[in-house]
């Protein structure tokens, strides 16, 4: 059973609460919110201050995913009433324990996000710190690109890691998700799936996030 988290850097931001209040009624599970800040990614979308001005909304909870360098000076900024995890990536941080401990200290869950070139092993160590793995199956810093299809065994390799070991991170995969991949990649054994421009691209947000739902429910 699948959870699903449109991402909205896919949104149209001059409607964003809208859409995002109607992704969210339609039974999406959180809103993926896409940080990018023109360094760590090659490109630039939006900080803090959009995201909390989703705060007066009804909308799922958050689901920060944070592509940028220093990540640890902008944490608290991004912690509010409806954030459930905050994700940075592993290739961002120096000091990685001390990052994911930053994060559980404001009560919210801790994730890190591997790149497509970034191999499991390098989480060894801080597995049984996170609650969440992010497992980015593009390059990160823009929507609707290809799925990569090493991804896919990296998923396995996590499942497989947590079984062995009876740890509880959850597994989440971004980029590339559509209708058409969607099963194949939670059978492997992820647990959300971020999808940005296969939901706001759609003609209608709302039913395409119930046919999500539908299949990996
Ligand atoms: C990529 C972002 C993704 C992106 C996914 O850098 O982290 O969350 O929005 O977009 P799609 O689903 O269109 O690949
Ligand atoms: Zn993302």
Known sequence: MGKLAPSILSADFSVLGQQAEAVS??????????????????N??????????????????????????????????FVTEKTRFITVHQEACVHLHR??????????????SLNPATPVSVLEYVLSDVDLILVMSVNPGFGGQKFISSAMEKIRQLDHIRRENGLSYVIEVDGGITLENA???????????????????????????????????
């Open 25 to 42: 009624a339609a039974g999406a599970d959180y809103i993926h919110v896409d940080v990018m800040d023109g360094h760590f990614v090659p």
């Open 183 to 217: 099963e194949s990649v939670v059978n492997a054994g992820c647990d959300i799936l971020v999808a940005g421009s296969s939901v706001f691209g759609a003609d209608d947000i709302e039913d395409r996030v119930k046919t999500f739902k539908n299949l990996i429910g």
């Open 99 to 112: 990052t994911v401990q930053s994060i559980k200290s404001h009560g919210v869950g801790a994730g890190v």
């Open 44 to 77: 630039i979308s939006f900080g803090a201050a959009v995201m909390k001005s989703l705060d007066r909304r009804e909308t799922a909870d958050y689901d920060v995913h944070l592509m940028i360098e220093s990540p640890d000076l902008y944490i608290p900024d």
